[in-house]
């Protein structure tokens, strides 16, 4: 016990430097993205067919690609996703992804994006119609409607699901280090394999998820006790 | 005034409106009655454009609708611009605490300073002596109170004319009697009312009009006193098997 609390007190901090440096902004910035594919997604999935017939057709493709994009990204492995964009797309000429960090937030915040385009799908669909139609009466424009009154109203709903989506994200962020980014828990591989302390270095960055999933955690119960105050 | 000709709504299985002909002076109160299914709440709801006609011509004042053409997004908000709607269900915004829910529209739609709009409201609320619950959220609000606070919503607006569609079918008959005292005092301001309502009570106290739906057809559309005392078998089965 006393030769893991020593090597706690020597890899946490770079560990820790790790998280923050590398865990922390992927898990961010992919989420701040995913949710970005997520609502474009949602309202596409949800949006009503248009009395115009060319505007008619062209969401039709529109939702097909949506429908396509969350069936991929959801019945696919997420390590499986990184292989085909990190080592498949630069062997087809498309070099753009050649980039350790631009193969993982880009696939990152797709994944993100399909699940919780879903969550946040559910999210509008149980908004009352007639919230909707009371804000119409008020004179809203459709964007309004939306914006002002079924997102606000979504966005409660919504914590739960999209709070899990992030502590799922922020672990899944491991799978980086197979396409060769210095994540936290590559550090961890890449110290156990000088010390030989297999075990306890995996302990150590077990530690180290479940710290930061768990401040992700008490956010989200505030968040949801702060939004729960106009709704029983 | 707002004047309906010909007024259609054909569902693919079911004619929910056939040719409805009627007129809605302002400053009258009209009551649009009719058995459960008869295509009032229709009526209400094609006037505003909640739901859209099929056929059939709306003018309202010097605005004129043709509904055997597309609507325009800019001639359906022009429309909906001239009503406030009062709905049965609870509708008012769950979000937003009973200031903000009156205040959202002028703020949103009529880009009324947000300090104006709340004096507009705080003073609306007031008026109706409900000034105290400005604060409160709609669940912390009985059902009568989030049905009052859900017409001076739509009065927030200043709308040319008022729909209320049913809307103290889901109260009991306490909480009923406050919203219908609300009603009433608006009635006798001369505000301009369609209120579609079982309620033949309150329809005879306070409407100066009434429109009798019958199977998505005007079966009555005159006064009030004409109606009550109509002679026509079909009205009187209808009025018979309503409660007083």
Redo the contacts between chains.
């Keep these: 016990m006393s030769e893991f609390i020593d090597l706690a007190i020597k890899y946490l901090p770079s560990l820790l430097k790790a998280a923050i440096q590398y865990t922390l902004p992927l898990a961010a910035i992919s989420f701040f993205f995913g949710l970005i594919f997520a609502v474009i997604t949602a309202v596409i999935r949800l949006a009503k067919m248009p009395?115009n017939e060319w505007a008619a057709a062209f969401l039709k493709i529109l939702k097909a690609v949506a429908a396509t994009y969350v069936w991929f990204f959801r019945s696919t492995p997420m390590l499986v996703q990184l292989f085909i964009v990190f080592y498949g797309l630069p062997n087809a000429h498309i070099t753009f992804f050649s980039n350790a960090w631009v193969s993982a937030i880009t696939v990152f915040s797709l994944n993100t994006g399909a699940y919780a385009s879903e969550s946040i799908r559910a999210a509008i669909t149980s908004v009352?119609e007639?919230?909707k139609?009371?804000?119409?009466?008020?004179?809203?424009?459709n964007w309004?409607v939306y914006w002002?009154?079924v997102f606000?109203?979504a966005a409660?709903i919504s914590i739960p699901p999209l709070s899990n989506s992030l502590i799922s994200l922020v672990k899944d962020t491991s799978l980086a280090s197979v396409i060769t980014i210095v994540e936290m828990f590559y550090l961890s591989q890449q110290i156990a394999a000088q010390n030989y302390h297999i075990l306890s270095m995996y302990i150590l960055a077990a530690l180290v998820y479940a710290f930061l999933t768990s401040i992700l955690a008490i956010i989200q119960h505030y968040l949801e006790r702060y939004t729960s105050?106009?709704?029983? | 005034m707002i004047t309906v000709k010909d007024l259609t709504k054909q569902y693919p299985d079911k004619v929910a409106l056939d040719h409805i002909s009627a007129e809605f002076p302002r400053h009258q109160t009209t009551a649009i009655v009719g058995p459960s299914g008869s295509g009032k709440s229709t009526l209400l709801r094609s006037l505003n454009l909640l739901d859209r006609p099929t056929g059939g011509e709306m003018t309202i004042d010097d605005l004129h609708v043709d509904f055997s053409q597309a609507l325009s997004n800019a001639t359906v908000l022009k429309v909906r611009r001239h009503f406030g709607m009062v709905f049965q269900e609870k509708a008012l915004f769950t979000h937003l605490n009973v200031l903000h829910n009156l205040t959202e529209g002028p703020v949103k739609v009529k880009k009324i300073p947000k300090a104006e709009a709340a004096k507009q409201a705080q003073a609306l609320l007031d008026q109706f002596h409900m000034g105290n619950l400005a604060e409160r959220y709609p669940y912390q609000l009985s059902g009568g109170q989030q049905q009052r606070v859900a017409i001076l919503r739509a009065l927030a607006m200043q709308p040319e004319y008022l729909l209320l569609d049913e809307p103290t079918s889901a109260l009991d008959p306490e909480l009923e009697a406050q919203v219908l005292r609300v009603l009433r005092s608006l009635a006798e301001q001369n505000t301009s009312m369609l209120i579609v309502t079982h309620n033949m009570r309150f329809a005879q106290l306070v409407a100066d009009r009434v429109l009798f739906i019958d199977d998505g057809k005007v079966g009555f559309h005159g006064s009030s006193e004409d109606f009550f005392s109509s002679d026509s078998p079909r009205i009187k089965q209808f009025l018979g098997a309503m409660t007083f």
């Design positions: 009395q009352p007639v919230q139609e009371a804000a119409l009466s008020l004179g809203m424009t309004q002002d009154v606000p109203q409660r105050r106009f709704a029983q």
